[in-house]
């Protein structure tokens, strides 16, 4: 079920675009979180457990920092 968060907080195109980027980097945080949790050894399920990204995304930033395989190598 998608919520419309724009619509219910009454927000405007500026604060939606703020609340957008805001995640954009959080989600980046994230994924340098991960990239250095797994160069220190640690279990995939623990780095997907702390930084709440899906184990298939954990699978491929560990597949690129080890092999230099991206999203794009894998079809």
């Not at 959080?26 to 991960?34: E, I």
Request: charged share 20%.
């Amino acid at each position: 079920m998608d919520t419309n968060w724009q619509e219910k907080l009454k927000l405007d195109t500026s604060s939606v675009a703020l609340v957008e980027s805001r995640f954009v980097r959080t989600t980046q945080s994230q994924t340098d979180v991960a990239k250095w949790m797994l160069d220190e050894w640690m279990p995939m399920d623990s780095v997907v457990a702390i930084t709440g990204l899906p184990l298939e995304t954990v699978v491929l930033i560990e597949l690129e920092m080890t092999f230099g395989i991206g999203t794009h190598g894998l079809h």
